[in-house]
């Protein structure tokens, strides 16, 4: 039985007549919470740590606010790690996000700066989310994990997550932060495909595709895959629709995720991760929409604990538990249905990644 902790988002005021109560706020409930429930026991002093978050996209209201990040970084300081907060590249090329440069522009749009979360910002992957480490997973999807280099080489990682459903995995926690945030661009292409992509017979031959692709992987219009990265580049430039892409739907991604996020842990080591969730301003969708919807249910508040399968199934069960809000965009799209949001449990805990019992501990 793994060990959940939780600190309640509502403000409980005892009395009412008393305005100025900062005890009450989140940020104090949240250092409350790190220090009594001594999560972050485990990094020794010297230790390189990794405050792995979601930084969002350009639009995007409801991330994580930078004061929880600050907050953690703090604490991680006070046990002696020399931290930094981090976020890989998107999948592609063209947007902003798709490489380190856009990605700390938009990050600095969202609040998050060295400045504000009092730790140096660092893209784990690279400039355009090539830097990695292969680890072979044998799975029953993917051979090789792609993990980000910068990851791979911390002492311990601390998840700072916002959790929020998601499209096509059902929902965002932990496991998906570890599993698609931790991995470099090849990683996150075998997530959402089976095969390399295909140029077929709509081509004209215009040669967009050869100029960006990074890895000069396109010669005479077919794409050699020993050179190919799996970038989607040249995918987002064709105005032919002459590139194929496997897209996969349904369970298998959500399976597809866990398998990258055992290969995260078989680099850095499942003992060296801490893991908190932030179930407020649940969004119907990730972070990485332009946009933010309104929140699927009213704020619950913070899980922390070390076993990823467990603080996600314990905000899981939650949702399951909750009316949902029907203003939302959640009760028009009807994702919920086609995705298997314990997909990423079951799995997960196939795969020996941690445990589903939990039990709640409030602080
Ligand atoms: S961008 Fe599209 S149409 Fe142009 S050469 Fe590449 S595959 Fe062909
Ligand atoms: S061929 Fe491969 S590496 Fe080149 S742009 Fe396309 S996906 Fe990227």
Redesign the pocket.
């Known amino acids: 039985m793994q060990e959940v902790f939780f600190t309640d988002a509502r403000a409980k005021v005892v009395d009412p007549d008393l305005w100025y109560q900062p005890h009450l706020s989140l940020v104090s409930k949240l250092e409350k919470l790190i220090d009594e429930s001594n999560i972050l026991d485990f990094i020794s002093k010297g230790d390189i740590v990794a405050l792995k978050t979601h930084f969002g996209e350009r639009g995007t209201t409801k991330t994580l606010r930078s004061v929880f990040i600050r907050k953690i970084a703090e604490k991680i300081k006070e046990k002696g790690g020399r931290v930094f907060v981090t976020e890989t590249t998107g999948l592609g090329l063209t947007r902003d996000r798709c490489t380190a440069l856009g990605r700390l522009l938009i990050a600095e749009e969202n609040g998050y700066t060295s400045q504000t979360v009092n730790a140096p910002i660092i893209i784990a992957d690279g400039m355009l989310g090539f830097d990695f480490v292969e680890v072979e997973v044998d799975g029953k999807h993917l051979k090789k994990v792609y993990v980000a280099k910068t990851i791979a080489e911390v002492d311990a990682v601390v998840c700072a997550t916002h959790f929020k459903l998601h499209m096509q995995a059902g929902v965002g926690g932990s496991i998906k932060n570890v599993g698609v945030g931790c991995v470099a661009k090849p990683s996150k292409f075998d997530l959402h495909c089976r095969s390399y992509p295909r ?2 017979e ?9 100029e960006i692709c990074p890895t000069n992987a ?1 010669v005479n ?1 077919q794409i050699d895959e020993s050179k190919c990265l799996k970038c989607t580049g ?1 995918k987002e ?4 629709n ?2 194929d892409i496997d897209w996969i739907e349904g369970r298998e991604i959500s399976e597809r995720i866990v398998e990258c996020a055992k290969g995260v842990f078989d680099v850095v080591g499942k003992e060296n991760f801490a893991f908190i969730n932030f179930m407020i301003d649940v969004t119907p969708h990730c972070d990485c929409h332009p946009y933010s919807d309104l929140p699927v249910i009213s704020d619950v508040g913070v899980f922390a604990s070390r076993d990823m399968i467990s603080v996600d199934k314990s905000c899981l069960d939650v949702l399951a538990r909750a009316s949902l809000n029907q203003e939302s965009l959640l009760a028009h799209n009807r994702f919920w249905e086609w995705t298997d949001p314990f997909a990423q449990i079951e799995y997960g805990e196939e795969l020996g990644l941690g445990s589903s019992k939990y039990r709640i501990i409030e602080k």
């Open positions: 140029i077929n709509n081509c004209n031959e215009c040669g967009k595709c050869v396109i219009f040249c430039v064709c105005e032919e002459a590139i």
